[in-house]
């Protein structure tokens, strides 16, 4: 148990459908991230939040709208998703947004079909 | 564009071998990081170095920052199965949001 909770495990779904992705962390961190992680490519950072607000957005599609409510919840809300966005969808926290050491969740495993 | 290449990108062994890691790049870090995948689970970090020539030891884990900070390596004595997930590396780049830049990933199967 990290600490940091994702649901749902796994999600399947078709290109016109709507999605949400929710983390939780129970470990006071003040930053939350959304990673992605492909077959073949290193982890790829999506967006950080620390303190609620989005200190940044890594040129992700706007199909992706992350939702952060307070420090320790974070939602990755998906529409028209395409197939080349299956991927293992990962939600991290830590104590500030100085990466200095990230807690991860076990993840969302993603099928866009 | 920063990368961290790690070597090999597989590996597999029997129970009670040795093995090393390599974690590279062409970028100075202010510090790297190392982390393990098991399948199914998230990234659990294992050991942050910060000192150019750093080692750390951690059981049968060992880990070295290059001297001028743009390499690491993970060595492993008498690998076990539990040993068995992917490996990853990830460096810092410091300043206010010290941006961490992840490597490719070793595979690392040991086999009972």
């Known amino acids: 148990e990290t600490g940091v909770t994702q649901t749902p495990r796994h999600l399947v779904m078709g290109m016109t459908n709507k999605k949400s992705l929710k983390c939780e962390q129970h470990?006071?961190?003040?930053?939350m991230y959304w990673y992605k992680q492909s077959a073949k490519k290193p982890l790829e950072l999506m967006f950080v939040?620390?303190?609620?607000?989005?200190?940044e957005n890594n040129s992700v599609p706007s199909r992706f709208s992350p939702e952060c409510p307070n420090s320790s919840h974070l939602f990755l809300h998906l529409h028209t998703l395409q197939p080349e966005d299956s991927a293992l969808y990962l939600c991290a926290s830590s104590w500030t947004s100085a990466n200095e050491k990230l807690f991860f969740g076990s993840g969302t495993q993603l099928s866009v079909l | 564009t920063q990368l961290l290449e790690q070597s090999p990108q597989f590996l597999s062994i029997q129970e009670g071998e040795n093995l090393t890691v390599y974690c590279n790049s062409s970028?100075?870090?202010?510090?790297l990081q190392w982390y393990r995948q098991e399948p199914g689970e998230g990234p659990v970090l294992l050991v942050t170095?910060?000192?150019?020539?750093e080692v750390k030891k951690l059981k049968r884990l060992t880990f070295q920052f290059g001297d001028a900070r743009k390499d690491s390596s993970l060595h492993i004595t008498a690998a076990q199965p539990g040993d068995t997930g992917l490996y990853l590396c990830a460096g810092a780049r410091g300043g206010a949001t010290n941006k961490l830049i992840f490597g490719t990933g070793t595979l690392l199967a040991v086999q009972p």
């Open positions: 970028s100075v870090f202010s510090s």
């Open positions: 470990l006071g961190h003040n930053a």
């Open positions: 170095v910060v000192t150019g020539g």
């Open positions: 939040y620390s303190l609620e607000e989005r200190v």
